[in-house]
Nanobody, 120 residues
């Protein structure tokens, strides 16, 4: 199983970016998918998560600015980031809980990370 992220980059404060993360491999079922971020010197933190039934959860710092969504047919999760602030600068990681077999417990998988830099 692989998670491949795309869409990071450099943007000015107030701008927007859209991150994508596609899962591939021997996948039976994808449960919760989410985005985490880690800034230098900080711990990795949850940004947003979405369940298989599209219930969502957001960090307080991004509520009203970021929107998480998923396309189950494409095995892809998205993060639309609007009104970006310099403090949103971080490496953003995709996470997914994936079952690869009927008798196997779901495992946690991570993407390689994509850099988001917001200039002031």
């Amino acid at each position: 199983v692989q998670l491949v992220e795309s869409g990071g980059g450099l943007v000015q404060a107030g701008g927007s970016l859209r991150l994508s993360c596609a899962a591939s491999g021997s996948i039976l079922r994808i449960n919760t998918m989410g985005w985490y971020r880690q800034a230098p010197g900080n711990q990795r933190e949850l940004v947003a998560a979405i369940t298989s039934t599209s219930s969502t959860n957001y960090a307080d710092s991004v509520k009203g600015r970021f929107t998480i969504s998923r396309d189950n047919a494409k095995k892809t999760v998205y993060l639309q980031m609007n009104s970006l602030k310099p403090e949103d600068t971080a490496v953003y990681y995709c996470n997914a809980e994936i079952a690869t077999g009927i008798l196997r417990r779901p495992d946690d998988y991570w993407g390689q990370g994509t850099q988001v830099t917001v200039s002031s």
